[in-house]
Structure formats: structure tokens, C-alpha cells
């Protein structure tokens, strides 16, 4: 199995700035199969990002996904209010697991 | 736009067995190319991929359920379901189904439901 390790475990931001959430994989996720989902409170969780860098249709061009092997990156360019939530990273290259979640909150 | 809802009690008794059934519209889950999921979240914690299947007769499980999960079509009602049994309080979350391209990369999702496992 592999494990999912996301840090930090909360960012404290205002909005206007850069966050950068990390991601980093046990083993190394072939052919970048990680995805990147916002969670906010009582709602199921969205896509951001498939594949690595992959943004989904819909999502606004300030989030980005880079990285490979088994360190991942997903960066919000400027923090917006609505962009308070949690994130997941998941890898599904092997049987899929999710990271324990990065929560960004307004500092 | 693929809608999707689940349905099915919201007690359970341990070691009795869950069932829940995802309700698609907007879409026939016999003609799309997509991964049909299950995830649940228990109350304050993360995300954990429960199984999947692709229309075509393959199914996917995680290895930690996959003694206790039964995932399943019925075409003629443009639904799936999930069984869980042998449940314990650990299995209490909430429960999500969800489709998309991938296995758990999933485009749309339903609301989820709360499942409490107790006596």
C-alpha cells in the first residue's frame, strides 16, 4: 500500500497569498497518478487535479498541481476566501489511498 | 451532468450488514466509460476508497474490506449498491458513491450519508 504523507497539517494564510500544500508518496506513483480534492465542511469532497498537473475543467487557473515520483505539490496562487478548506491528495496508481488531509484556514 | 444520491438506513446494528444504494440520473450507468466508487469519511477524519467497478464486469476492492464488500449493478434501475457486513462501530461514517474516469478520481459525487453503526 502506499502511504500518503501531507504536510503541513494546517497552513494559517490570508487571502491574496500563496499556499503551498506538499504531498509525498512512499513509494514512488507511477505515471503521476495523484489527484488533488477540496473538502469543505459538510460537503463531499471536489477534483481539483488529476494526474499530477491535470486541472479539471471548471477549476480556477490559481490552483496548480506539479511534481512526480513521489514528491507532489498543489499551489493556490492567490488565496480567495472560498478557498478555506481541506485537501486531500490521492494516489491511484496502485489500490488508491488518500493522504490524512491538509486543512487551510484564514490567519 | 451525472446526479447521483444515496440512499439506504441510517442505523445499523454491529455485525449486521450495510446496504446502500447510489441513484444515478443525468446519465445511464450502463453506456458511460466511467469508474463508479464508494468512499466513506468517518465523523472528523479523512477520505478512505471503499471499491469500485467499470461497466464491463470488473470490480475493484480495498484489500482491508474486501472480505466484508459486495459492490453491485442493477442497470434497470440506473443504480448501484454497497454491501459492508460484519459491521463495528469503526465502519460508522459517512458514506459517499461517486463517478468518474479513474478509480476514486471521481468528477461527481452525492451528498454522502451517515451511517451509525450501534446496538
Known amino acids: 500500500e502506499i502511504v500518503l504523507t501531507q504536510s503541513p497539517g494546517t497552513l494559517s494564510l490570508s487571502p491574496g497569498e500563496r499556499a503551498t500544500l506538499s504531498c509525498r508518496a512512499s513509494?514512488?506513483?507511477?505515471?503521476?497518478?495523484l489527484a488533488w480534492y477540496q473538502q469543505k465542511p459538510g460537503q463531499a469532497p471536489r477534483l481539483l487535479i488529476y494526474?499530477?498537473?491535470i486541472r479539471v475543467i471548471g477549476i480556477p487557473d490559481r490552483f496548480s498541481g506539479s511534481g512526480s515520483g513521489t514528491d507532489f505539490t498543489l499551489t493556490i496562487s492567490r488565496l480567495e476566501p472560498e478557498d478555506f478548506a481541506v485537501y486531500y491528495c490521492?494516489?491511484?496508481?496502485?489500490?488508491?489511498?488518500f493522504g490524512l488531509g491538509a486543512k487551510l484556514e484564514v490567519k | 451532468q451525472l446526479q447521483l444520491q444515496e440512499s439506504g438506513p441510517g442505523l445499523v446494528k454491529p455485525s449486521e450488514t450495510l446496504s446502500l444504494t447510489c441513484s444515478v440520473s443525468?446519465?445511464?450507468?450502463?453506456?458511460?466509460?466511467?469508474?463508479w466508487d464508494w468512499i466513506r469519511q468517518p465523523p472528523g477524519k479523512g477520505l478512505e476508497w471503499i471499491g469500485s467497478?467499470?461497466?464491463?464486469?470488473?470490480?475493484y476492492y480495498n484489500s482491508s474490506l474486501k472480505s466484508r464488500v459486495t459492490i453491485s449493478v442493477d442497470t434497470s434501475k440506473n443504480q448501484f449498491s454497497l454491501k459492508l457486513s460484519s459491521v463495528t462501530a469503526a465502519d460508522t461514517a459517512v458514506y459517499y458513491c461517486?463517478?468518474?474516469?479513474?478509480?476514486?478520481?471521481?468528477?461527481?459525487w452525492g451528498h454522502g450519508t451517515l451511517v451509525t453503526v450501534s446496538s
Open positions: 461517486a463517478v468518474g474516469g479513474g478509480i476514486a478520481v471521481s468528477h461527481s
Open positions: 443525468g446519465g445511464s450507468i450502463s453506456s458511460s466509460n466511467y469508474y
Open positions: 467497478f467499470y461497466y464491463g464486469g470488473s470490480t
Open positions: 513509494q514512488s506513483v507511477t505515471n503521476n497518478f
Open positions: 494526474g499530477a498537473s
Open positions: 490521492l494516489q491511484y496508481a496502485d489500490s488508491p489511498t
